[in-house]
């Protein structure tokens, strides 16, 4: 340590209890403290524990004063806890000393607590590697970058979780942003509930809507395509058994008499008619002499023909020619190749809510798919907004096989290749085995006291005194928890520019009452819109 860090450092108190991970100081009284003058110990400041091998860090969860003077001249007990975070190794240079995570040699009683110092800081907060992203900068000390850690922030997924209106989905299209300028070739596919993205990130990526998405009803599998089908209705039982079996003897017709004919099940992703299948569903019916058992049949049929002529399903059923065009919709799902476009953005705003669950199960099962069979040769990051409606805690809230396909990602996606963004304004109605695998979190300003204490349940590591914070976060601040980040850190994301904001601030009341701006034309764009299902006339 040189002599110009030593003229700054301050001595703040002593060690007088180590617990665990858990050190408590006695902080020195004003008065007799020598050295420099300290700022006041602040809940969230670093301070720094010099041992025999090592100097370990922590961070400031508690201030308490267990018995408080009555009189101006008594003396006070002021204590500081303090949570250990990490270490550095005597006997470095300065210019080469590296922190590390965990302590391997405790503080011992009496040792000297002090004040991090600028350096101290920069070591901790922002270490530089070849992985590292900037996304905003610390708290403590705005001049210092608040970095990423790419490879452990996608390898071992992340939330991003926040009351609304308070910056998440700017803080997304930012973490995107910051590692695409680092990894330009990236294969990133974000399922937007509310059509904000689309200007979040220009050219870069390929925005595809109702109108534009293929995702023909052969790619189902059979318990997504039965949803589809028979979502409401009350004989879905007997429907559903006659259903399995001619979808896979649709499939096997549409194959071929090859020997491959046989390993074709229900699930099987090969195209096949909707013509065949209701000529399947004629010729099954027209073999049974009773009416009401040809019923099934007929409703199916009904359904059936319902649904292709529904333009509302278009990306479903996208009319008479059918072909196999499974690679062209993976490349174009997938980004590969990525051709300058790494961001794939569905715009899920306009599908119908009814199949709603449906499209985002085949969109989850179908990566996991993708990453099993590819070998791990294509990562792909999978970003679902609005996480609680598809992966809700409750099990009888939603379509289940949506939420068993993000299960798998999040307990499985990392051995394959696949890493798993969850975005949710609120953590404590989403699925708690499905968060806890997410092993970083960025926690935006909540006020609602269940989504505190859901969110602190779920976190990878301890950090209570970070968390004390999250009520009074401002917007576009964060606590930053996890193997994503060095070390927990509350920090402030660097503001996007306007043009990259995704749309998602609220409406501006009082400049649209002000004065009068619409007519009956503006209401026949709207009724267009509203017919066709679409947000552009």
Request: with cysteine; net charge negative; charged share 25%.
């Amino acid at each position: 340590m040189d002599g110009a860090q030593v003229k700054l450092e301050v001595k703040l108190g002593r060690v007088i209890t180590v617990s665990g991970a858990q050190v408590i100081m006695l902080l020195d009284d004003a008065s007799s403290a020598g050295g420099p003058a300290a700022a006041p110990v602040q809940i969230g400041a670093l301070v720094k524990m010099p041992t025999p091998v090592s100097t370990v860090f922590g961070i400031v969860a508690g201030l308490n004063v267990p018995m408080p003077a009555q009189h101006a001249n008594d003396v006070e007990l002021r204590l500081v806890e303090v949570e250990l975070i990490g270490e550095t190794e005597n006997g470095e240079e300065a210019g080469t000393r590296r922190f590390q995570r965990g302590v391997s040699t405790f503080p011992t009683l009496g040792d000297g607590v002090h004040a991090a110092t600028a350096d101290d800081l920069s070591l901790v907060y922002a270490p530089r590697s070849r992985a590292a992203v900037r996304i905003g900068t610390v708290h403590q000390d705005r001049s210092l970058p608040a970095y990423i850690v790419a490879d452990d922030l996608l390898g071992k997924h992340f939330a991003v979780l926040g009351s609304t209106g308070t910056g998440k989905s700017c803080a997304v299209a930012l973490i995107l942003r910051a590692m695409m300028q680092n990894y330009r070739h990236g294969h990133i596919v974000l399922l937007d509930m509310h059509n904000e993205y689309a200007r979040a990130f220009g050219d870069s990526a390929l925005v595809l809507d109702p109108g534009k998405l293929d995702l023909p009803y052969w790619l189902f599998n059979f318990e997504e395509f039965e949803e589809v089908v028979l979502g409401g209705s009350r004989d879905r039982q007997v429907e559903g058994a006659i259903l399995s079996e001619l979808i896979k003897a649709a499939k096997r017709l549409s194959s071929g008499n090859s020997d491959k004919t046989d390993n074709i099940k229900q699930d099987t992703p090969v195209p096949y008619r909707i013509g065949e299948l209701t000529r399947l569903l004629d010729e099954a019916a027209g073999k049974l002499d009773k009416a009401p058992d040809v019923s099934p049949y007929m409703r199916l049929k009904a359904r059936l023909q319902a649904l292709q002529s529904d333009t509302r399903f278009s990306f479903m059923f996208p009319g008479v020619a059918v072909r196999d065009n499974m690679v062209d919709i993976l490349s174009t799902l997938f980004r590969i190749p990525v051709n300058g476009k790494p961001v794939t953005i569905i715009d899920l705003s306009s599908v119908p809510s009814e199949v709603l669950n449906v499209v985002v199960s085949v969109l989850c099962r179908m990566t996991f798919d993708f990453a099993l069979w590819s070998e791990r040769a294509v990562p792909i990051l999978l970003i679902c907004e609005e996480a609680h409606r598809y992966c809700p805690v409750e099990t009888k809230s939603g379509f289940e096989p949506a939420k068993r396909a993000l299960s798998r990602i999040a307990k499985e996606g990392r051995k394959y290749g696949v890493s798993l963004c969850l975005v949710s304004q609120r953590p404590s109605e989403l699925s708690a085995s499905i968060l806890s695998q997410c092993n970083t979190i960025f926690a935006l300003r909540m006020s609602h006291q269940s989504d505190q204490e859901f969110v602190r349940g779920a976190l990878p590591e301890a950090a209570g005194a970070l968390l004390d914070f999250l009520p009074a976060l401002r917007n576009a601040e964060a606590i930053a928890i996890g193997e994503g980040v060095p070390v927990p850190v509350r920090l402030c994301f660097d503001e996007l520019a306007e043009e990259f904001r995704p749309h998602s601030g609220t409406a501006s009341f009082s400049a649209a009452w002000a004065e009068e701006t619409k007519n009956t034309a503006f209401l026949k764009s709207v009724v267009e819109r509203w017919r066709r299902q679409r947000h552009v006339a």
